[in-house]
């Protein structure tokens, strides 16, 4: 009998290998959808983009309203609208949204995405507790980087939690945007109970004279792309994976507040990073990636966890900045993750310490060398 024979694992992402087959994509056309929103280049690049703003996929537009209830975005009436949590602003949402951007063209009306917040699941799940993708404001900044003309943020309380979807779409979207076109994702409801599927949907809207369009499902490189899905890679640990289904670096956007000083001490300063309670983290470990600072882009290697060669309490997320030497003591930044270097460890002797950082510093200059000449050559 033959033994299987082992891969040896090099340093890179956890887990690494493909993606478990629950994961890949199947394509089944479904009654009233549009055709395939596959889009083979949605990257934006590595968070703060070379020029300052917007992406190849959307350039930046000069206006972009941010409303936070209904009667704020009354003047966005006659467009097309799109409703959904968001969490992430993956791939699969940005077809969406590239779908609602080309119907908006045709009937001369604004773009609008409605979401909520908090996200409807941390409310309406058992277990409640939710972690997300992107808190609200991270989603408003990477919804600002698009064409869409507003995004509609509305708080998702005990009234929206007991409206039917009837009375949504009367009520909020017909009243205050009045659009010609609705587009939907493949599995999305909404309304008390998620009683609001596409066929009730498009009775509705039929009535109003108003056209219902749902998307497939995006597939990208054989799989899923949806939010749950790259939830499971982010708290694995895979974030070059969870990057290619996000269309994006993961963001991580939080205020810079005082740390123990450490870092500095040993000539490599790291500013701490506060996030919110809603955020979902990678685990423990080293990780490479960019911080945006004032709109430029700097390589970070970032490390999250409980810092064992210090014996300090809490849990912390601390970004290095190679050659970085300003104060972002208060500041709020832009991280992105972009990939998986170690796993955290404890050492007992500060001169492998120094070794080691010097030796994350060099996988990130590698990294950001190999992916820019990639871009170059594209």
């Known amino acids: 009998m033959s033994a299987k024979k082992k891969t040896k694992t090099k340093q890179g992402d956890p887990s690494p290998g493909p993606f478990p087959n629950r994961l890949r994509f199947a394509s089944a056309h479904r009654e009233g959808e549009s055709e395939s929103l596959n889009s083979p280049s949605l990257f934006i690049g590595r968070g703060c983009p070379k020029g300052g703003g917007g992406s190849p996929a959307f350039p930046k537009k000069t206006a972009f309203a941010i409303c936070r209830n209904e009667?704020?975005?009354?003047?966005?009436?006659?467009?097309?609208?799109?409703?959904?949590?968001?969490?992430?602003?993956?791939?699969?949402?940005?077809?969406?949204?590239?779908?609602?951007?080309?119907?908006?063209?045709?009937?001369?009306?604004?773009?609008?995405?409605?979401?909520?917040?908090?996200?409807?699941?941390?409310?309406?799940?058992?277990?409640?507790?939710?972690?997300?993708?992107?808190?609200?404001?991270?989603?408003?900044?990477?919804?600002?980087?698009?064409?869409?003309?507003?995004?509609?943020?509305?708080?998702?309380?005990?009234?929206?939690?007991?409206?039917?979807?009837?009375?949504?779409?009367?009520?909020?979207?017909?009243?205050?945007?009045?659009?010609?076109?609705?587009?939907?994702?493949?599995?999305?409801?909404?309304?008390?109970?998620?009683?609001?599927?596409?066929?009730?949907?498009?009775?509705?809207?039929?009535?109003?004279?108003?056209?219902?369009?749902?998307?497939?499902?995006?597939?990208?490189?054989?799989y899923t792309v949806s939010s749950t899905v790259i939830r499971e890679l982010v708290a694995l640990g895979r974030m070059e994976a969870a990057s290619s289904l996000l269309g994006h670096p993961y963001l991580i956007r939080g205020k810079v507040e005082r740390g123990y000083g450490q870092g500095r001490q040993l000539g490599f300063p790291t500013a701490n990073i506060a996030v919110k309670e809603e955020k979902l983290l990678m685990p423990d470990g080293v990780y490479y990636g960019s911080l945006c600072i004032d709109k430029k882009r700097h390589g970070a290697v970032i490390s999250l966890g409980v810092r064992p060669s210090f014996h300090l309490s809490g849990r912390a997320l601390e970004v290095h900045v190679p050659g970085f030497s300003g104060n972002l003591y208060r500041k709020k930044v832009d991280l992105y993750v972009e990939g998986f270097i170690r796993k955290q460890k404890k050492y007992s002797r500060i001169d492998n310490l120094l070794k080691r950082i010097k030796q994350d510093i060099k996988i990130l200059k590698h990294k950001h060398l190999k992916e820019d000449s990639l871009e170059d050559h594209s």
């Open 71 to 222: 009667k704020d975005c009354k003047k966005f009436k006659g467009g097309v609208v799109t409703i959904g949590n968001f969490d992430g602003f993956h791939r699969g949402h940005r077809a969406v949204l590239n779908y609602v951007l080309k119907l908006a063209k045709v009937v001369k009306g604004p773009a609008v995405l409605i979401t909520f917040d908090p996200h409807t699941q941390s409310v309406l799940a058992s277990n409640g507790g939710l972690k997300v993708l992107t808190t609200t404001d991270e989603k408003c900044r990477l919804i600002s980087e698009t064409e869409a003309d507003a995004l509609l943020i509305l708080k998702f309380n005990d009234r929206l939690k007991k409206m039917g979807a009837e009375a949504f779409l009367e009520n909020i979207i017909f009243k205050y945007l009045a659009p010609k076109e609705v587009v939907f994702g493949h599995d999305h409801r909404f309304g008390a109970g998620r009683k609001g599927d596409f066929s009730l949907i498009r009775k509705v809207c039929e009535q109003k004279g108003v056209r219902t369009r749902r998307v497939r499902p995006l597939g990208f490189q054989g």
